[in-house]
């Protein structure tokens, strides 16, 4: 049993009481933003984990805010296959001039339309158990909590940006989620309110593109 245990705790993703929280921080990937790097723990997006974006509607910037971070998730790495952006039930038709213009290669994306929350939520799934994307987007609005936590284990050990983005009403409801953001525009542009990280209370982000 002793044997066990030591073998448990030498585990990577353990972390013991006397240790850094930095200890188990996951892969990050830099948002491309400086006021929100600054604020966000490991200096940018987690990878292989959960993130919600809260919005009150579409088009607030919410492709602008995540454009670094995509184009970095797809730079080609030494020794590995294409690795592809799948949008899920996206609100509009992804423009592919407008995607290459801003540093993103169409031919590397999927889009897949699900109608009903339980078909997106099994499309992301199955994308994720592939082995083969860098990012996905998924448009949710309600879905089960039991959903998400499959999500999130799905993604577990993996280089992948997943990110679901809800509507604002859902800010109330429990989430699995590691990150969640709520994305509030203003009239400068968008702010952001860091609802849930760990170890950290609500946090706001003004000005996040920038004068």
């Not at 959903?147 to 509507?167: C, D, F, G, T």
Request: one cysteine or more; aromatic letters at 4%.
């Amino acid at each position: 049993m002793k044997a066990s245990l030591e073998a448990i705790l030498q585990g990577a993703g353990v972390w013991r009481g006397l240790e850094p929280a930095t200890a188990v921080l996951s892969a990050r990937c830099p948002s491309g933003w400086p006021r929100l790097d600054a604020v966000l723990a490991g200096g940018g997006w987690p990878l292989g984990t959960l993130i919600e974006l809260l919005l009150p509607a579409h088009g607030l910037g919410e492709l602008r805010l995540l454009m670094p971070a995509l184009r970095r998730q797809l730079l080609p790495s030494p020794g590995d296959g294409p690795r592809w952006l799948v949008w899920i039930s996206p609100p509009h038709e992804p423009y592919p001039p407008a995607l290459a213009q801003s540093g993103l290669d169409p031919a590397r994306m999927l889009r897949i339309e699900a109608p009903q929350p339980a078909d997106r939520l099994w499309a992301v799934e199955q994308v994720l158990q592939s082995g083969s994307a860098a990012v996905v987007l998924c448009w949710l609005d309600a879905v089960d909590d039991r959903w998400l936590r499959r999500l999130k284990l799905a993604v577990e050990n993996q280089s992948v940006l997943l990110i679901a983005l809800r509507p604002t009403a859902r800010r109330q409801t429990h989430s699995p989620a590691s990150l969640r953001i709520e994305l509030v525009p203003a009239p400068h542009g968008l702010d952001l309110t860091i609802l849930k990280e760990r170890g950290r209370a609500p946090t706001r982000v003004t000005r996040v593109f920038g004068e």
